[in-house]
């Protein structure tokens, strides 16, 4: 069997287009224009409507990037939606997208890794990938982490903005694509940054709410230290592993939570800055949505090209980091335009019908 490589051949983003800026955000909270900026370098964020939902968006940005791949959703083996802000605790996001773009014949499931959920969503979909056992993978990083923040609270709610990014992934024999990755944890700092309430150890109840236990809670000054570390090892172990030096890297995306913690890994790996994506100033920290609406803009801006080696890196919650390094390729050879919305009308359709189906069952073996 000849071997597989896990090329990214589509991408696609989508950001709900109400934006709330740090002077909105100064009416809201004891804060700054140029408090916020300073300290964060982020200007404005997105916010999603009442009717948009990480759902919503995940499927937007996954039909986006099926576009671009030219990848019908019938052919999708596997769908995993990274998220720290599902769309309910079970069923998974991963299985309403599923249904939403009608993706007949793919596993669905989520992965919770935080802001570094896209590394390992990647890593995920193309270890399953070279090892044979499917050909096309759809990730999707989507968050609506405005629903999770305390818009009380100054510390935290100047920082999240949301949105939704996706990559195709399919096996090709050429050689490139997913090259390494390094993934890591340390759960002892799990306190550092969590939403403790609504799940089984702080069940909802009268006094979680009343105590706010289901908004996001941090400390952003160990989080900071904690990432300028990770940021630096993490790139440095991956480009190592696929025996590179930084000096074969055409470009660094990294996770898009605070320029301070950017520009200090850049000056940790010696890397110019001119060489790494930076657009949190338009959408805040959108968590593991940030590294695929980067790609997207990256693109957009002539920025990443095929053939460039380029490393994305991340670190969240649990504690999480991880980097992985990718030779990027683009949409595989195709012989016939596919029109993946196309499908959705039919999707619906199947959804419906299956909902009857069910319905009918029900009635007819309940009688008995
Ligand atoms: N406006 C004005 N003042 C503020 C604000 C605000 N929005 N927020 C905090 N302050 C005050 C603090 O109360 C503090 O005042 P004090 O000294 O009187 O107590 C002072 O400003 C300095 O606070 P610090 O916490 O030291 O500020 P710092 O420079 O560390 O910046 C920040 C805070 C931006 C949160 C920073 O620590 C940071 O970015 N940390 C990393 C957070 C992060 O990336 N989280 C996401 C991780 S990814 C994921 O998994 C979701």
Redo the contacts with the bound molecule.
Sequence with gaps: MSPSYAHITGWGMAVPDKILTNHDLAKM????DE??VS??GIHERRIARADQSTASLAAEAGLRALQVANLHPGELDMIIVST?SPEYIFPATACLVQDRIGAGKASAFDLLA??TGFVYAINLGAQAIKSSAVKNVLVIGSET?SRLVNWKD??TC???GDGAGAFVIQASEEPGGVLSAVLRSDGSGGDL?SVPGGGSRHPASMQSLYDGLHY?Q?N??E??RF?TRVMVEATQQTIESANLTMDDIQLVIP?Q??Q??IEAAARGLDYPMDKVMVNLDRFG?T?TASIPIATVEAIEQNRLKPGDNVVMVA???GLTWGATLIQWSGPLPYRRKVSPRKVQWFARTRSLLARLRRRIEGILWGRE
Aim: aromatic share 12%.
């Design positions: 909270v004891d804060t700054s408090w916020i300290r964060t720290s935080a802001c982490l100054r510390n100047i920082l999240f940054l996001i941090m952003g000054r989080v900071f990432a996770h939570a605070n301070r913690i920290n968590s670190f969240g919650s």
